[in-house]
């Protein structure tokens, strides 16, 4: 997983990362930022010690973390079939990639180590 904090004049301390990797960048900039990452952090912690997934719910992205994976999930993933019936005339399809995302345990932990030192201004 490739990635690079920016500091953004106009929109703050920002990532940038792989297209197959963007919802994990939306949930690093807008559910995150740099107030939530202690937070974050103990969640780690917590997850290292036991052996169910933890999910930290998110406003608009959920994160499924396991001592095996960080799954990212965005919350239209989940679409009840009733609101997409508006749309089966036109032939469109929920699209899914940009929805769902992950990447190994320890990936996450470096992420999330990275943007705390990135963040603090280190």
């Given at each position: 997983?490739?990635?690079?904090?920016?500091?953004?004049?106009?929109?703050?301390?920002?990532?940038?990362?792989?297209?197959?990797?963007?919802?994990?960048?939306?949930?690093?900039?807008?559910?995150?930022?740099?107030?939530?990452?202690?937070?974050?952090?103990?969640?780690?912690?917590?997850?290292?010690?036991?052996?169910?997934?933890?999910?930290?719910?998110?406003?608009?992205?959920?994160?499924?973390?396991?001592?095996?994976?960080?799954?990212?999930?965005?919350?239209?993933?989940?679409?009840?079939?009733e609101d997409l019936?508006?749309?089966?005339?036109?032939?469109?399809?929920?699209?899914?990639?940009?929805?769902?995302?992950?990447?190994?345990?320890?990936?996450?932990?470096?992420?999330?180590?990275?943007?705390?030192?990135?963040?603090?201004?280190?």
């Open positions: 997983m490739e990635y690079q904090f920016i500091r953004d004049p106009i929109s703050g301390l920002r990532i940038k990362i792989s297209s197959e990797h963007a919802i994990i960048g939306r949930w690093l900039n807008e559910e995150i930022g740099k107030d939530k990452v202690a937070m974050v952090q103990a969640l780690i912690t917590s997850v290292k010690t036991s052996y169910e997934p933890v999910t930290l719910k998110g406003q608009e992205i959920d994160l499924i973390l396991s001592k095996d994976e960080a799954l990212f999930e965005a919350h239209a993933l989940h679409q009840d079939s019936v508006a749309y089966q005339d036109d032939d469109l399809m929920l699209e899914e990639n940009g929805l769902v995302s992950g990447c190994g345990f320890e990936d996450f932990v470096d992420l999330i180590n990275s943007w705390h030192e990135f963040s603090a201004g280190r």
